[in-house]
């Protein structure tokens, strides 16, 4: 329990929180426990920080228009230079026992943490294009992913073709890849991914004027304040084509991408061509959240990701008291939200390790 004076800390109150995960919510979650003077322990297991948008590259995020590198940049920047926070790359939680207050956690390189609370804040996947194979990645070069076009975008190479290096000329970016696909078992919708390909089209129209773009939607997602600065503007402005269609498949005839399907408002087959199909992917549950949910005794949600306990109790509270969860590894998420979570389950963690929760404890 917290000293009742609040003149000396106690024990859990010097035990540094444990966050696991260095993408946007642990940084944000490592930098709000810092901010009010608390130690964490920051479990990463890739070999850098920065999370899905500086692993995969992305180029300028929405809605800020920054670029990742220096907007998720600057947040690991300032979580490396803080000395409150120590840094485990390439390192995993391999067990996790105790009460809330009083957790000790095995990791992967042998050190152990003795942690009041902990937060995790373990992101997404990718969603992997080739389940997907009538849609032609993996068997065309030039049916390639956002994320793809978003490295292509932001090492400054611009947008080309990979078989042989091209401007493409006509580029087709089908959207829901991997997201409300009941035959796939993913019937999610990821949430930004109509946003994000707006984004990139404008950004193709920009750096390739001759280039015709079409966006293939079965709905347009562009929610909140985005459906002006993305939906409306990149027809406008940008002169990007929308084409409500269900796609049948991508194929090639030698030359050109084939992309057949039907035009679901004029109810009619369409075959058009292109240089390239950009596939607009989705966010899948982390591969590792079996592993992760045994660990640390937490449920996960029917599809997949870590299931929060409530909605409207303590933010990010899991089935177990004590350990929080924050971002994407709640399922399809924004940077924006994702930092949001975190800076509210930091929160809750503190709470708990300080042993003044009235509920994340419970
Ligand atoms: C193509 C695409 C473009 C996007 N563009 C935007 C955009 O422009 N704007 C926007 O708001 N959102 C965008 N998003 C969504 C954005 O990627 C997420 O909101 C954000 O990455 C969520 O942050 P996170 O920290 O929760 O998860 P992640 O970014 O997934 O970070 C999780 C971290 O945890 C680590 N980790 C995973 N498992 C473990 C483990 N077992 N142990 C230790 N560490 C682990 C990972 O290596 C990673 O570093 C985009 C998504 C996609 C698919
Ligand atoms: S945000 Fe758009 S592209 Fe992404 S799954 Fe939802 S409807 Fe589909």
Redesign the pocket.
């Known amino acids: 329990m917290s000293d009742p004076e609040g003149l000396t800390p106690s024990e859990e109150m010097t035990k540094p929180i444990l966050i696991?995960?260095?993408?946007?919510?642990?940084l944000a979650a490592a930098h709000a426990v810092a901010s009010v003077g608390h130690r964490s322990v920051l479990?990463?297991?890739?070999a850098l920080?920065?999370?899905?948008?500086i692993?995969?590259g992305?180029a300028k995020?929405?809605?800020s228009g920054q670029w990742a590198k220096d907007a998720i940049g600057g947040m690991v920047r300032r979580v490396e230079i803080n000395g409150l926070v120590e840094k485990k790359l390439n390192?995993?939680?391999k067990t996790f026992n105790g009460q809330p207050g009083n957790f000790i956690a095995e990791l992967s390189d042998g050190t152990h943490v003795e942690t009041g609370a902990a937060i995790l804040?373990?992101?997404?996947t990718?969603f992997d294009s080739v389940n997907k194979p009538e849609w032609g990645f993996g068997t065309y070069q030039d049916v390639v992913t956002?994320?793809q076009v978003?490295q292509m975008i932001s090492s400054g190479k611009g947008v080309r073709c990979l078989s042989d290096g091209r401007k493409p000329k006509r580029v087709a970016i089908l959207l829901c890849v991997g997201s409300r696909d009941r035959q796939i078992g993913r019937e999610w919708c990821?949430k930004?991914?109509c946003t994000?390909s707006a984004?990139l089209a404008m950004e193709i129209r920009e750096e390739l004027p001759d280039c015709h773009v079409y966006i293939y939607y079965m709905d347009i997602r562009t929610f909140g304040l985005m459906e002006t600065d993305y939906y409306w503007r990149s027809q406008e402005e940008f002169k990007v084509k929308y084409i409500k269609a269900r796609i049948a498949e991508v194929t090639s005839d030698g030359h050109k991408l084939i992309v057949k399907g039907e035009d679901t408002l004029v109810k009619r087959p369409i075959t058009i061509p292109f240089d390239m199909v950009v596939h607009a992917?989705?966010?899948d549950p982390?591969v590792?959240n079996m592993?992760?949910s045994a660990v640390f005794g937490v449920d996960l949600h029917k599809q997949g990701f870590i299931a929060r306990k409530d909605t409207y109790g303590v933010m990010g509270a899991t089935s177990r008291a004590g350990v929080l969860v924050?971002?994407?590894?709640i399922g399809p998420?924004?940077?924006?939200?994702?930092i949001a979570q975190a800076n509210a389950a930091a929160l809750g963690a503190l709470a708990v390790s300080n042993g003044v929760s009235q509920v994340a404890a419970e």
């Open positions: 696991v995960g260095g993408g946007p919510a642990g479990v990463e297991k890739a920080l920065g999370g899905a948008p692993q995969s992305y995020l929405v809605p390192t995993v939680v804040a373990t992101g997404f990718h956002t994320t978003e990821s930004i991914c994000v984004n992917i989705g966010m982390n590792d592993t992760i924050a971002g994407a590894a998420e924004t940077i924006d939200d994702s």
